[in-house]
């Protein structure tokens, strides 16, 4: 596959509405702070010690009861890399062994046999998503073990209903191994590819070219791969507009079916890896949100549909085809196409939402490997809802899926009155409404083109827990 010439490049412009988005530089520049990305509420600095194994099964016996098959999606986390990624603030191991692997999986096991149990008859996986890490650090035989391994302990619901997905790193992946993943019963892949310019390449340590990452591609398309999404980041080192311009091309080219474009998140005091990089050499807040701009420009006259924080589809994915239904979802792995389905985590550092409820793995395979030798899961914190926390979650969920709130049905499910249960939210929600993120009827709350790139400031404010916790500078850029 051979990718157009560059188009010219235009000045980004500072304002603009597209498909029912506005961008709007100056407001964004105004407003763009720190806070959650809200794949969880409570989001995962509130999870404790308190929350232990004991409460986890009493959790899964009430969301799971005998005598009931309901839906359950699974997360497995491959932690190992071949080669480091400067930018990269994932729970990874970096080994070129495949030994280590080997070990990782004889564990694997055993939590699933500790596990399984507690679902057996009562779980079908409608949904697998393998992330990491690496997971394809693993070798084919290996892929296939432990996929034999997540068979032998769960039901799983045939391929053509399910979605089992896989993120793929194009350099370590050949067309033999898209075919063999195909059989394995993966439907969806996720690539990530980040920038193809050079440069920025070499800085942060990722030399990817287009030809393999589009090999790739072909394979998945050719061996029946349903969905096929690119990830990009924009704000890494030594990225410019022309540079980004370029990279965008060739990936719209590739017409993948989903485009995530993640704001890169600088935080070298939590994430050792980033000290790699050259701060000097990052691109100021400006050029970030021209690159932005540019992207979303290019992505809409390509017939990309903006789906929600960072995601981009085309309207016959089924991300796009979720948002339209009202079934969209938001977990841990991002937007996901089914409404609320419960998630088991496997894996170090793995964070599962089972009911009313989230729960971790320890984050290091010497404790998960212990914990799990004494025949314990290897859970290290968690917390348990209470109903003020599964209202705000609804409510959050809602935002960022469907960018609106009816009034009408939230009081009819939890049994409030919206504007006297939220009395002390509405002074932010009128400064918002000043600035026109949102619009508010005395029925509905609806975030307006202006406030779709900044929903995450609009959720925070129904942020219980945010406002009574530690600064919000651990948290990443709001856009």
């Given at each position: 596959?051979?990718?157009?010439?560059?188009?010219?490049?235009?000045?980004?412009?500072?304002?603009?509405?597209?498909q029912?988005?506005?961008?709007d530089?100056?407001?964004?520049?105004?407003?763009?702070?720190?806070?959650?990305?809200?794949?969880?509420?409570?989001?995962?600095?509130?999870?404790?010690?308190?929350?232990?194994?004991?409460?986890?099964?009493?959790?899964?016996?009430?969301?799971?009861?005998a005598?009931q098959?309901?839906?359950?999606?699974?997360?497995?986390?491959?932690?190992?890399?071949?080669?480091?990624?400067?930018?990269?603030?994932?729970?990874?191991?970096?080994?070129?062994?495949?030994?280590?692997?080997?070990?990782?999986?004889d564990?694997?096991?055993?939590?699933?046999?500790?596990?399984?149990?507690?679902?057996?008859?009562?779980?079908?996986?409608e949904?697998l998503?393998?992330?990491?890490?690496?997971?394809?650090?693993?070798?084919?035989?290996?892929?296939?073990?432990?996929?034999?391994?997540?068979?032998?302990?769960?039901?799983?619901?045939?391929?053509?209903?399910?979605?089992?997905?896989?993120?793929?790193?194009?350099?370590?992946v050949?067309?033999?191994?898209?075919?063999?993943?195909?059989?394995?019963?993966?439907?969806?892949?996720s690539?990530?590819?980040?920038?193809?310019?050079?440069?920025?390449?070499?800085?942060?340590?990722?030399?990817?070219?287009?030809?393999?990452?589009?090999?790739?591609?072909?394979?998945?398309?050719?061996?029946?791969?349903?969905?096929?999404?690119?990830?990009?980041?924009?704000?890494?080192?030594?990225?410019?507009?022309q540079?980004?311009?370029?990279t965008?091309?060739?990936?719209?080219?590739?017409?993948?079916?989903?485009?995530?474009?993640?704001?890169?998140?600088?935080?070298?005091?939590?994430?050792?890896?980033?000290?790699?990089?050259?701060?000097?050499?990052?691109?100021?807040?400006?050029?970030?949100?021209?690159?932005?701009?540019?992207?979303?420009?290019?992505?809409?006259?390509?017939?990309?549909?903006?789906?929600?924080?960072?995601h981009?589809?085309?309207p016959?994915?089924?991300?796009?085809?979720?948002?339209?239904a009202?079934?969209?979802?938001?977990?841990?792995?991002?937007?996901?196409?089914?409404?609320?389905?419960?998630?088991?985590?496997?894996?170090?550092?793995g964070?599962?939402?089972?009911?009313?409820?989230?729960s971790?793995?320890?984050?290091?395979?010497?404790?998960?490997?212990?914990?799990?030798?004494?025949?314990?899961?290897?859970?290290?914190?968690?917390?348990?809802?209470?109903?003020?926390?599964?209202?705000?979650?609804?409510?959050?969920?809602?935002?960022?899926?469907?960018?609106?709130?009816?009034?009408?049905?939230?009081?009819?499910?939890?049994?409030i009155?919206?504007?006297?249960?939220?009395?002390?939210?509405?002074?932010?929600?009128?400064?918002?409404?000043?600035?026109?993120?949102?619009?508010?009827?005395?029925?509905?709350?609806?975030?307006?083109?202006?406030?779709?790139?900044?929903?995450?400031?609009?959720?925070?404010?129904?942020?219980?827990?945010?406002?009574?916790?530690?600064?919000?500078?651990?948290?990443?850029?709001?856009?």
């Open positions: 596959m051979n990718a157009p010439a560059p188009t010219a490049i235009k000045p980004a412009p500072a304002d603009f509405d597209v029912g988005l506005s961008f530089k100056s407001l964004i520049e105004r407003l763009a702070g720190n806070g959650p990305r809200y794949t969880s509420y409570p989001t995962a600095d509130h999870f404790h010690a308190g929350f232990d194994e004991t409460a986890y099964r009493a959790e899964v016996a009430r969301q799971f009861p005598g098959q309901g839906p359950l999606s699974l997360y497995v986390h491959i932690p190992f890399c071949n080669t480091i990624c400067y930018y990269c603030g994932c729970n990874k191991i970096i080994t070129k062994n495949k030994a280590h692997a080997e070990v990782y999986l564990y694997l096991d055993k939590e699933l046999a500790l596990q399984a149990p507690l679902f057996a008859g009562r779980a079908r996986v949904q998503h393998f992330g990491g890490g690496t997971p394809t650090f693993l070798s084919d035989a290996q892929l296939g073990r432990l996929m034999q391994q997540l068979r032998a302990h769960f039901d799983f619901a045939p391929k053509d209903e399910g979605e089992y997905s896989i993120e793929i790193d194009p350099r370590k050949q067309p033999a191994t898209v075919a063999h993943l195909g059989k394995l019963g993966f439907n969806r892949m690539l990530g590819v980040q920038d193809f310019d050079p440069a920025v390449q070499q800085a942060v340590n990722r030399i990817q070219s287009e030809a393999e990452t589009l090999a790739v591609i072909e394979a998945a398309r050719a061996h029946g791969f349903k969905s096929i999404s690119i990830d990009l980041i924009y704000g890494l080192p030594l990225q410019t507009v540079g980004f311009s370029a965008l091309d060739k990936v719209i080219a590739a017409r993948p079916d989903r485009l995530s474009i993640y704001n890169y998140a600088h935080m070298p005091q939590l994430f050792k890896t980033q000290r790699q990089i050259n701060e000097a050499d990052l691109p100021a807040l400006d050029t970030k949100l021209d690159i932005l701009s540019l992207a979303i420009s290019k992505l809409a006259a390509a017939g990309y549909v903006y789906v929600g924080m960072d981009f589809a085309l016959d994915d089924e991300l796009a085809i979720a948002q339209r009202g079934t969209l979802h938001r977990n841990f792995q991002g937007y996901s196409t089914r409404d609320d389905i419960d998630l088991l985590a496997l894996g170090v550092s964070i599962s939402k089972l009911g009313a409820s989230y971790q793995n320890v984050r290091g395979t010497e404790e998960y490997y212990a914990l799990l030798d004494a025949g314990k899961l290897p859970l290290f914190r968690g917390i348990a809802l209470n109903e003020d926390d599964r209202l705000r979650r609804s409510l959050i969920q809602q935002l960022m899926c469907d960018f609106a709130l009816d009034f009408a049905q939230l009081e009819a499910r939890w049994g009155r919206f504007n006297e249960y939220f009395a002390a939210e509405q002074p932010k929600l009128a400064a918002l409404t000043d600035d026109g993120l949102l619009s508010l009827d005395g029925q509905r709350l609806q975030v307006l083109p202006r406030g779709r790139l900044l929903v995450r400031n609009i959720a925070m404010i129904f942020d219980r827990r945010l406002q009574q916790s530690q600064p919000l500078q651990r948290y990443s850029k709001t856009i």
